[in-house]
């Protein structure tokens, strides 16, 4: 079975810390992605990547970066969080390009 | 207007109830089309995953997509209170890893 775990599965955190999210996939996917999800908004891809040390922006890049120094590991970062931030963060993994995202249980993150 | 419309509900039947969950989609160039369910708390995980237009079945569910139409929908078959949750469409065009997902629709099951 496919597992991708995520670090924490609530975080309260205060504006302007800097948060680290983490996500660990078993399966030696190729690919990685973030998303928020939101009441009303569904969800939206943040950030994802095809390999190690790449990255590609998705459609609400702006206030997060990411990092995936090794194939397995993929972390998204606030940089100074904010309120707007407050949301479910979910994490997906996929062998190769096209193929089902696999998610994570997801990380509440509030930030007050 | 969004890609990818699907009214969040809530929704509730009796159980043994068949259900219907629908989208609407404006792109002509999706082609993948997938149902996900995802239980309070916990994240989506894949149901039933389509290309182009036509039928699929597995055990009680079956996705439907009608691309002249734009239409994309989920059928549960002697709905279990089990089937409780937010079922998610999401598509995607060839080649193109990112998903367009619906906003979701919280379905109960009433025993």
């Known amino acids: 079975d496919v597992k991708v775990t995520q670090s924490s599965r609530y975080l309260v955190k205060r504006t302007g810390e800097k948060v680290f999210l983490e996500c660990v996939q078993d399966?030696?996917?190729?690919?990685m992605f973030w998303y928020r999800q939101d009441p009303g908004l569904g969800l939206r891809l943040i950030y994802f990547?095809?390999?190690?040390?790449?990255?590609e922006k998705g459609d609400i890049p702006e206030g997060y970066s990411v990092s995936r120094e090794k194939k397995e590991r993929f972390s998204l970062i606030l940089e100074s969080a904010s309120t707007n931030q407050t949301s479910m963060y979910l994490c997906?993994?996929?062998?190769?390009?096209?193929?089902?995202?696999?998610f994570g249980p997801g990380t509440r993150l509030t930030v007050l | 207007q969004k890609e990818v419309e699907q009214d969040p509900g809530p929704l509730s039947v009796p159980e043994g109830a068949i259900v219907s969950l629908n989208c609407t989609y404006s792109?002509?160039?999706?082609?993948?089309f997938m149902w996900y369910r995802q239980y309070s708390r916990k994240g989506p995980e894949l149901l039933m995953y389509?290309?182009?237009?036509g039928n699929k079945e597995d055990g009680r569910f079956t996705a439907q997509v009608d691309k002249s139409s734009k239409y994309i929908s989920l059928f549960i078959r002697d709905s279990q209170p089990s089937d409780s949750a937010t079922y998610l469409c999401?598509?995607?065009?060839?080649?193109?890893?990112?998903?367009?997902f619906g906003t979701g629709t919280r379905l109960t099951i009433i025993p």
């Open positions: 389509t290309y182009s237009s």
């Open positions: 999401a598509t995607r065009t060839i080649g193109n890893e990112k998903l367009t």
């Open positions: 990547s095809y390999d190690v040390k790449m990255k």
């Open positions: 399966m030696d996917h190729e690919n």
């Open positions: 997906a993994s996929s062998p190769q390009r096209g193929d089902t995202q696999y």
């Open positions: 792109n002509s160039a999706f082609q993948y």
